[in-house]
């Protein structure tokens, strides 16, 4: 079984940066592609941004794609998203999960994160 913890969000002003990262352990994750997704208030999940298992193929969403970026150490077995260019529209909890294949699909992801809050305003 995975253990996901995510970390780096906080409140920040639009067109500002943030690093998100996972910590992940209990498996062995250089064999698991990795995703972020977000959970604005009253909406349902959204894909954000995955990555495949060797790190050498990513999938963004169009609303991020360009000012976010998801990288991973398998070493440290670790995933981060660097956003970039932060919206108000961006403000979410941002959570980590873990799949077999790359996909914007949650239900395609078996162990999740409990989220970091990310809140982008003025």
């Known amino acids: 079984q995975a253990q996901l913890v995510e970390s780096g969000g906080g409140l920040v002003q639009p067109g500002d940066s943030l690093r998100l990262a996972c910590a992940a352990s209990g498996r062995a994750f250089g064999e698991y592609a990795m995703a972020w997704f977000r959970q604005a208030p009253g909406k349902e999940r959204e894909f954000v941004a995955a990555i495949s298992r060797t790190g050498l193929s990513t999938k963004y969403a169009n609303s991020v794609k360009g000012r976010f970026t998801i990288s991973r150490g398998n070493a440290e077995s670790t995933v981060n998203l660097q956003m970039n260019s932060l919206k108000p529209e961006d403000t979410a909890v941002y959570h980590c999960?873990?799949?077999?294949?790359?996909?914007?699909?949650?239900?395609?992801?078996?162990?999740w994160g409990q989220g970091t809050q990310v809140t982008v305003s003025s």
């Open positions: 999960a873990t799949a077999h294949i790359v996909s914007d699909y949650a239900a395609d992801y078996n162990y």
